[in-house]
């Protein structure tokens, strides 16, 4: 079975700070036979840098803490993760939690203040709506 992942949850230096977020959890599935992630990072799949500014949804936009609307790379970056897992067969995702990109259950509100909404980043959306079952490095 293969898994698409957060790459920063296999201590992948690729988040906004340029850092990972290296999760036991998660690189112990790929310890377990039959089973393989596919890591990924949809920001930098949609063009962004790495390091970037941190970004978060507002009134159904990704605006980065400048101001800057980023949603379009956003977008870019889920839809390439979408391909990646449907050409790899996955049916599962095992993404970041409190992500504007991979959050399955809840993100950052937009006001830089650390206030998390319900809510899902992008590419957990688009990953759900065609039939991936997502779920957080919190559920594993």
């Known amino acids: 079975m ?6 920063c949850l296999l201590g992948y230096a690729c988040r906004y ?6 999760c036991e959890a998660v690189i112990n599935l790929s310890k377990r036979d039959g089973i393989e992630l596919i890591p990924i990072c949809p920001e930098e799949l949609g063009g962004l840098p790495t390091p970037r500014e941190p970004s978060e949804i507002s009134g159904g ?8 609307d980023v949603t379009q790379q956003f977008e ?7 391909r ?8 599962y995702a095992v993404l970041k939690a409190r992500s504007p990109s991979c959050s399955p259950c809840g993100v950052y509100d ?15 959306r688009i990953l759900k709506e065609n039939g991936i079952t997502v779920l957080s490095e919190e559920e594993i």
């Open 2 to 7: 293969k898994i698409i992942t957060s790459a």
């Open 17 to 22: 700070d340029q850092r990972s977020k290296p």
């Open 61 to 68: 936009r990704v605006i980065s803490q400048s101001g800057k």
């Open 76 to 82: 870019k970056g889920a839809e390439a993760a979408l």
């Open 84 to 91: 990646i897992a449907k050409d790899h067969g996955c049916v």
């Open 110 to 124: 937009g006001s830089f203040s650390g206030k998390i909404v319900d809510g899902m980043g992008i590419t957990a």
